[in-house]
């Protein structure tokens, strides 16, 4: 076991160097430059962006920046933002807690739905709940969040003026006004991106269920005389829940990599709206750590998702 | 004669037997705008009149929160460093210049006890030097006094390269020294009319010397006050995280009386403009939201019943079509739009007339931009003493059809014009956004009417405005025949605006399409009007000589203007905010009030 981990983790150190060197080639091909912005004010003259240009490493070939890149990373140092002039590392810590709180608790909002309503549909094909819960699921999967978010800020915030769609990240408030407040604030972005990820996953839950619950041993275990609940969830579910814990495990990655479009409607300052401002205005080093990290996040999830197999079903061995 | 009027009308205001409105009115009627008729007084010996603002609250503090939305949030707080507005807007909170620009383009005074004149012995009579004072017993948020020293520093700051400050540019050329404890002097090169240029407006921002003298040059990044301003403006620094929010609170030491009005202030970043116009005119979550590129009609919606309303201000950003006059469709030495060649269509002056006659300004000003721009034959619109009168548009494509036919573009059996075998084909783009891709289909039909066969092509603006040397798609490289954009005139005076089309500016592959001439534009005339200008010190002559600049590029249609945009904000309905179409939203907020 801890040497099939170890293994795996040896595996990660190619393919991570790999996709650094592809991302890192990619950002430096993509056109533009983080102080274009200079180019259209008449005030500044194009010799210092220029100058600005050549102080901060861009007219040096590619290889050279990313050798450089990579010898500073393996030193912990993650560079620093050139268009707020900071440390990369404080700016994404800073935006973590929002993205943690935020998709996080989106993420188990759709799990809270997903699991019980896509198992108990898949005990019951094609009955009423069923058909309605398929029915729902497919409107909120073909309804992308940019739509539901605005939909929702024009109803709730708009015309009811019950939610605010500003998010603060400090609330003047302290106590239980400050968990109130938070809570209300949220409401709207969890509701629209855990509606949108409960959707697919019902679906997935319930045709996971539907595969197993025909198998023979099922039928063994109602012979038994066992009772629904316990054939259910001990003997069906466990079963079924291997390419659900896939499913959620390279999901997780996204809980740290926040939501872009999501993040972007209701300015919830994550690491999905740092992510999208640092392509617009070209700072590579931001964009570059933000897309890293979350290739690892993916290797590591990858990793934790096996060795659950491992436990959830012990006919798999790891080797 | 309009020389000599004009001497004999600041004669009469310096006896004050005229008074200034009336001067710049009748400044205004002979096409020159109101900052530089202002810039006329003081160097004719008038004291720049000081800013009108209506101010009402009696006390310091009381006003409760301000509550900014940004659309693109601030990423850093360092005046110098800011490579966009944002990242001003966000500094000028907390730091301060010694004056800032009003609605009419005139001098405010902020950190200077008066803003320099002739009379008050501030303006060298040779143009070649600036005394300013400094306002007395104004202190740094620590409680440091403010002296000349932080001034003398500032520049030193700014102008080392190492630095890599942005605001280079303004400091490279000057030399500040220290005259007394609170003067300096700024030493310009050559004569230069222009000189509220360094300590005035967004760049002009001083740093305490106290604080940053250990960080200039390459160790600027290091300097921990580059997250946490300390400056001397109406607002103390709190909170600031890049992008996201700025949070200041009152500064009970304030050198202005009575202000600042509101208790605490917050700039929150993030989003799009639609939404951001929603929460302040909708919901009223927010006091004010800064550029609103919104489609009026949207804006007009809104505001229906809302909470707030748009508000805007005047200044001189121009919305224009360049007309290529290099041939973008042959590489010559690995270069198209090369100087060697001549646009095949484009350098008969009276088919570019024609072409001007075939934008419909008003259409577009009714479908796109609305209350947010005017119509304007000019491609120089403000300060008005700079205005030219002697301009005209019209939108009329029969007589655009008759040029084109005088001119040897017959309309063969496609409805296509040409000439010797040629079409009459043009590639046209712009940098990909709404209006500018409304507007090109508006173009486009008119042309089609016409007879002219014309290309869209949109490119994203991180590209289109990028220096990149290796794409073929940015606008200094103008591989088409016509392009649409818009440049800003962040500075109430023409110098720079106008300086980029003298020849020697030309964008070529040997200045790396550095060159600011991207129509490459080439006029004797023009040249000598500019070198003329820059060193002219007469103001009134001076304004002349841009004033002729700017009907040289309407005679030879170089530009098309589209429209002269006004910039669009969105505000509370009892906030009263102090803009200026020269400035920053954010360079008087000290005037910021809310009505009771």
Redesign the interface.
């Known amino acids: 076991m801890s040497q099939y981990v170890l293994r795996r983790l040896l595996i990660a150190i190619p393919s991570l160097l790999a996709i650094s060197l592809v991302l890192f080639v990619v950002l430096a091909l993509a056109p533009g430059d983080p102080f274009s912005e200079l180019a259209t004010n008449p005030n500044v003259p194009p010799e210092v962006q220029a100058a600005l240009r050549a102080k901060f490493g861009l007219d040096d070939p590619i290889y050279l920046r990313y050798l450089h890149w990579l010898n500073a990373m393996l030193h912990g140092d993650w560079g620093f933002s050139f268009v707020s002039r900071m440390d990369v590392d404080t700016l994404i810590l800073q935006r973590l807690p929002a993205t943690l709180y935020v998709i996080g608790s989106a993420q188990i909002l759709a799990l809270l739905i997903a699991i019980p309503v896509g198992v108990y549909a898949a005990t019951k094909p094609y009955s009423l709940f069923d058909q309605i819960a398929n029915t729902l699921a497919f409107v909120g999967f073909s309804l992308p969040t940019f739509f539901t978010g605005i939909l929702f800020i024009l109803i709730f915030s708009v015309t009811l003026d019950w939610l605010p769609f500003v998010y603060t990240t400090d609330i003047k408030a302290t106590g239980i006004h400050w968990v109130l407040e938070m809570i209300r604030q949220a409401i709207m972005p969890v509701a629209v991106l855990g509606l949108f990820q409960a959707a697919s996953m019902t679906r997935f839950v319930r045709s996971a269920m539907l595969d197993v619950i025909r198998l023979d041993y099922v039928t063994t275990a109602r012979a038994k005389g066992l009772g629904q609940a316990t054939v259910i969830v001990k003997h069906v579910m466990r079963n079924a829940m291997i390419p659900v814990v896939t499913l959620i495990a390279l999901q997780m990655p996204a809980v740290f990599g926040g939501a872009i479009v999501t993040e972007q409607i209701f300015r919830i300052p994550g690491i999905g709206s740092l992510l999208i401002t640092s392509i617009l205005s070209n700072d590579t080093p931001v964009v570059m750590a933000v897309t890293f990290v979350f290739a690892c996040l993916v290797v590591l999830f990858n990793l934790i998702a096996d060795v659950l197999y491992g436990w959830l079903d012990p006919r798999i061995s790891l080797r | 004669m309009l020389d000599k009027e004009l001497r004999s009308m600041i004669g009469q205001v310096k006896d004050g037997r005229m008074d200034r409105r009336a001067f710049i009115q009748r400044m205004a009627a002979v096409g020159l705008t109101a900052p530089l008729a202002n810039q006329i007084l003081a160097l004719g010996g008038v004291a720049m009149a000081q800013s009108p603002a209506v101010y009402k609250p009696t006390k310091r503090g009381g006003g409760g929160p301000l509550k900014l939305?940004w659309w693109?949030g601030p990423?850093?707080l360092?005046p110098h460093?800011a490579?966009?507005t944002k990242d001003q807007d966000g500094s000028r909170l907390f730091y301060e210049p010694l004056a800032s620009w009003d609605a009419d383009g005139n001098l405010n005074p902020i950190l200077a006890a008066e803003i320099p004149s002739v009379a008050n012995g501030g303006l060298a009579a040779d143009a070649k030097s600036v005394v300013w004072k400094i306002k007395p017993g104004v202190k740094w948020h620590d409680g440091k006094p403010l002296t000349a020293d932080d001034f003398v520093f500032t520049w030193q700051y700014a102008s080392d390269?190492a630095t890599?400050a942005?605001s280079?540019?303004?400091y490279g050329q000057i030399t500040v020294e220290k005259v007394s404890d609170l003067s300096i002097r700024i030493l310009f090169k050559t004569p230069t009319p222009f000189w509220a240029n360094a300590f005035v407006g967004a760049?002009g921002c001083v740093l305490p010397k106290h604080l940053f003298a250990d960080y200039k040059g390459s160790k600027s990044?290091e300097a921990p006050n580059?997250?946490a301003p300390v400056g001397t403006g109406p607002y103390k620094f709190v909170?600031f995280?890049?992008?996201?929010?700025v949070r200041g609170q009152l500064n009970p030491d304030y050198h202005m009386p009575n202000r600042p009005h509101f208790d605490t202030i917050e700039m929150?970043?993030?989003?799009?403009a639609v939404?951001a116009a929603?929460?302040v005119i909708?919901?009223g979550?927010?006091d004010f939201a800064w550029n609103m590129q919104v489609e009026d009609d949207v804006l007009l919606r809104l505001e229906k019943g809302g909470k707030g309303k748009t508000v805007y201000a005047t200044g001189g950003d121009i919305e224009f079509i360049a007309i290529n006059f290099t041939d973008p469709h042959t590489e010559v030495d690995g270069e198209r739009s090369s100087m060697k060649t001549k646009h095949p269509i484009l350098s008969d002056p009276n088919v570019r007339k024609a072409l001007a006659l075939l934008v419909d300004r008003e259409s577009v000003k009714k479908a796109i931009y609305g209350r947010a721009g005017r119509t304007t034959a000019n491609y120089l619109n403000g300060p008005e003493k700079f205005v030219s009168k002697n301009t005209s548009w019209e939108f009329n494509i029969e007589k655009a059809s008759k040029m084109l036919d005088d001119a040897g573009w017959k309309v063969g059996s496609d409805g296509i014009r040409e000439k010797d075998g040629k079409k009459f084909k043009l590639l046209y783009q712009t940098s990909t956004n709404g209006p500018r891709q409304k507007t090109q289909a508006i173009v486009k039909q008119a042309c089609q009417k016409a007879g002219i066969d014309v290309e869209l092509k949109s490119v994203?603006a991180?590209?289109f405005?990028?220096?990149?040397v290796a794409?073929p798609?940015t606008?200094p490289k103008f591989y088409a025949d016509i392009e649409e954009?818009?440049?800003?005139?962040?500075?109430p005076d023409p110098a720079?605006?106008m300086r980029?089309y003298i020849s020697a500016n030309v964008a070529t592959k040997e200045n790396?399409w550095?060159?600011?001439n991207f129509p490459r534009y080439v006029n004797k005339d023009y040249d000598a009007a500019i070198a003329a200008a820059e060193t002219e010190t007469d103001p009134v002559k001076r304004a002349a000589l841009y004033i002729k600049c700017n009907d040289l590029l309407w005679q030879d249609t170089v530009f098309i203007p589209v429209m002269h945009r006004l910039k669009v904000e969105a505000a509370a309905n009892t906030l009263r905010p102090a803009l200026s179409g020269w400035a920053n939203e954010t360079d008087n907020i000290q005037d910021w009030y809310r009505e009771a």
Request: proline share 5%.
């Open positions: 939305l693109q990423t850093l360092n460093f490579t966009g390269p890599a942005v280079i540019s303004t760049y990044r580059n997250l909170e995280k890049p992008g996201d929010v929150k970043g993030g989003g799009d939404s929603r929460a909708q919901t979550e927010f994203v991180s590209v405005f990028s220096s990149d794409n798609d606008y954009f818009q440049i800003p005139m962040t500075q720079l605006h980029r790396k550095q060159g600011q």
